[in-house]
């Protein structure tokens, strides 16, 4: 059974600061792998989505990475902000026919940014 | 619409009560998803439907949940005889529906379901 872990819980840094959020996965047989960001009280975001055949993919100060033999993905931020400042997931697709819905989340790191 | 809408946003209910969620998607969007967050915990998959069909019914824990998308446009998570342990977030996303797998989700801000 996939399970998706993500490390830490919870991370506070101040204002500027360049982090690292950790995605472990027990299966490598993905699909795909999303990463979503989600703010209290609000649904999720879609961030970054990293198809199996590739490495990384970057979206302005967010870079996300895949090693899919290890099961493992980072998701880099640079230059934090107070407005990054919420919930990150880690969501991966499995490999079967019917399973485009079927998403298995983390259970997130809540990131708080400090002015 | 320009997001995903679900009413109720929340939802009090006595146990044993039924109970429908609904989930409006985004215009065109032929693939619709329905999950389930608890407190502190990821979302879980429940249903995916792709038009009207259900796609993928894996995740539904039990008989007592059932999901409809009988125009491939809105749908409806019903519930019966609801249990305090059904308590939760409950979720909608829509997707174009891609050959290639690669699905953008966009998801609602959710329905907050509290059963007493």
């Known amino acids: 059974k996939q399970e998706v872990t993500q490390i830490p819980a919870a991370l506070s840094v101040p204002e500027g600061e360049n982090l690292v959020l950790n995605c472990s996965f027990t299966d490598s047989a993905i699909y795909n792998l999303q990463w979503f960001r989600q703010d209290p009280g609000k649904g999720l975001t879609s961030l970054l989505l990293i198809q199996s055949s590739q490495r990384e993919q970057t979206s302005g100060r967010l870079n996300a990475s895949l090693d899919k033999s290890s099961g493992r993905s980072t998701l880099y931020i640079a230059a934090s902000q107070p407005g990054d400042s919420a919930t990150y997931l880690c969501a991966v697709r499995l490999n079967y026919g019917g399973s485009q819905g079927n998403l298995i989340f983390g259970k997130g790191t809540k990131l708080s940014v400090k002015p | 619409g320009a997001g995903v809408s679900q009413t109720p946003s929340n939802k009090v209910t006595e146990k044993g009560k039924y109970v429908e969620l609904r989930c409006d998607p985004i215009?065109?969007?032929?693939?619709l998803y329905w999950y389930r967050q608890s407190l502190g915990q990821g979302p879980e998959f429940l249903i995916y439907?792709?038009?009207?069909?259900?796609?993928?019914d894996s995740g539904l824990p039990n008989d007592r949940f059932f999901a409809v998308r009988p125009e491939g446009s809105v749908s409806t998570l019903k519930i019966q005889r609801t249990e305090r342990g059904d308590s939760a977030v409950y979720l909608c996303?829509?997707?174009?529906?891609?050959?290639?797998?690669?699905?953008?989700?966009?998801f609602g801000a959710g329905s907050r379901l509290t059963v007493l």
């Open positions: 996303a829509s997707s174009l529906y891609r050959t290639s797998g690669a699905n953008v989700l966009t």
């Open positions: 215009s065109g969007h032929t693939a």
């Open positions: 439907f792709q038009g009207t069909g259900a796609a993928d």
